[in-house]
């Protein structure tokens, strides 16, 4: 086993795993009033109305794919009777079709990012890397499935990509099967390492978050003025005398 293997395959999913974890607990532990999208739809709307939903329904049917093709197990889904050509037309198709939705939102936000004046003005440094990391990324892995699936012969990722996935998660990491595959795949894989990596230190902790403490939460009281009870002092415009 070589080690540039080693170091690709074994230290770096670890590497990237820990930064995520380690991560996102301190940063909920020291910067709870930064844990936000912040978001910048007072400054524009119309773009946003666009490019918001494109990109987050895209890049859901992208991550369900992913968790369906990477978690679970070829032999799963032959188990319940789907078959080999029927799970390979369906991946291809919504991944292609939810690639593509997700790149032309991403593309959408980054137009109005860089030409609306306080939108820009209020992209960090950690917004910009964090935008071109989840591009790279998701360009690769849209021209892995097309390079390998359209317009080549196909490329069964089940059995080597996702086996060396989920040893990952099982401690007993294969190298050799990722060492394998293709180079574009490889380079997805690679940058979505990347990605996980600076996760917790950007605006992307807020796809961790959910309103729950709504629910609980006591009902917010509010009174006007025709709610005050009889002979309560209306109160005068201008300075009060001190007393």
Do not use: C
Not at 156 to 178: E, G, K, V
Not at 199 to 214: D, E, K, Q, S
Not at 221 to 237: E, F, I, K, L, M
């Amino acid at each position: 086993m070589k080690s540039l293997e080693i170091l690709l395959w074994v230290v770096a999913p670890y590497v990237a795993l820990t930064l995520f974890v380690l991560g996102h607990l301190w940063r909920y532990r020291y910067d709870k009033f930064g844990w936000t999208t912040r978001s910048s739809q007072m400054y524009e709307s119309r773009l946003l109305r666009v490019g918001s939903p494109l990109f987050h329904f895209g890049i859901l049917v992208v991550l369900l794919g992913h968790i369906g093709g990477l978690v679970i197990p070829k032999s799963w889904t032959a188990a319940i009777g789907m078959s080999e050509e029927a799970y390979h037309v369906t991946a291809v198709v919504l991944g292609t079709i939810a690639g593509a939705a997700t790149l032309g939102g991403l593309a959408i936000l980054i137009y109005r990012r860089r030409t609306v004046g306080p939108v820009f003005t209020a992209t960090t440094r950690n917004d910009k890397l964090m935008y071109a990391v989840l591009s790279i990324t998701i360009v690769l892995g849209l021209a892995a499935t097309v390079a390998a699936n359209v317009i080549g012969s196909g490329y069964d990722y089940r059995t080597t990509i996702s086996p060396w996935f989920r040893s990952i998660f099982t401690f007993s990491p294969r190298p050799a099967l990722m060492a394998g595959a293709p180079i574009l795949f490889q380079l997805h894989a690679l940058s979505a390492l990347l990605l996980f990596a600076i996760w917790p230190f950007t605006r992307l902790v807020h796809m961790l978050t959910a309103p729950i403490g709504y629910l609980t939460r006591p009902y917010i009281v509010y009174r006007s003025r025709a709610d005050q009870p009889a002979g309560a002092r209306t109160p005068r415009r201008g300075w009060e005398p001190s007393r």
